[in-house]
């Protein structure tokens, strides 16, 4: 029973340009969203996240959107950069100490 | 700040030996730390949550006796798998939140286990 649902496995991007990372989920309980960058062999580090009482959440150059009625939230990043590919995992925070991950979406940005 | 090690990276053992993975927070005091699953090209997939001090609460489907987690300070938790079998080969990954408790947890860089 995967709550939490990335269902683009893998994207790539021009330098530059926008990446859009999707994530859907299915527990309209979820209270906090959360975004997670995994490079090999390394554990996710924290990337942004977004409260469930909220729609945009902005940092830099990262901007997590979250739309409750179609229980989806994106990830924007623009301009991409090299350094950006990597995976990406979408996150759900729900009574306060169970986190559901999506499956991760492996994000290539082409110099 | 909020630096979260793992010990041993990757271990290879032999079937029915038992394996203990270590999750350290090394500038945080950790009131919670949880242990997550990894199979390849899936989500990440929570098995228990420890509490400094108390047991684990184990998430449906994880055997305890078979998974056992000992949260014995506010810097260690770790994790042991007992009489390991090849279909326990996966990567774990600890995670720890800091004493403020909130959202953010921070994770080690996980163990790759292999089980022969």
């Known amino acids: 029973d995967q709550q939490v649902k990335q269902n683009s496995p893998s994207l790539s991007v021009q330098e530059g340009r926008i990446s859009i990372l999707n994530c859907d989920y299915t527990n309209s309980m979820f209270d906090y969203f959360l975004w997670y960058k995994k490079y090999p062999a390394e554990g996710p580090t924290f990337l942004i996240s977004i409260s469930s009482i909220k729609d945009k959440n902005e940092d830099g150059r990262f901007t997590v959107f979250l739309n409750k009625s179609a229980k989806h939230l994106s990830l924007h990043i623009v301009p991409s950069q090299p350094g950006d590919s990597a995976v990406y995992f979408c996150a759900a925070r729900y009574n306060f100490n169970k986190f559901y991950f999506g499956s991760g979406t492996k994000l290539n940005v082409k110099p | 700040g909020a630096v979260v090690s793992q010990h041993p990276s990757r271990v290879i053992c032999k079937s029915g030996t038992s394996v203990k993975i270590e999750c350290r927070s090394l500038?945080?005091?950790?009131?919670?730390m949880f242990w997550y699953r990894q199979f390849p090209k899936q989500s990440l997939m929570l098995m228990a949550t420890s509490n400094e001090g108390s047991k684990a609460t184990y998430e449906q489907g994880v055997e305890k006796d078979k998974f056992l987690i000992n949260h014995a300070s506010l810097t260690l938790s770790t994790l042991t798998v007992t009489s390991a079998h090849p279909e326990d080969s996966s990567f774990y990954i600890c995670s720890a939140r800091g004493l403020a408790g909130g959202y953010e947890q921070y994770f080690g860089p996980g163990t790759r286990l292999t089980v022969t």
């Open positions: 500038d945080f005091q950790a009131t919670t």
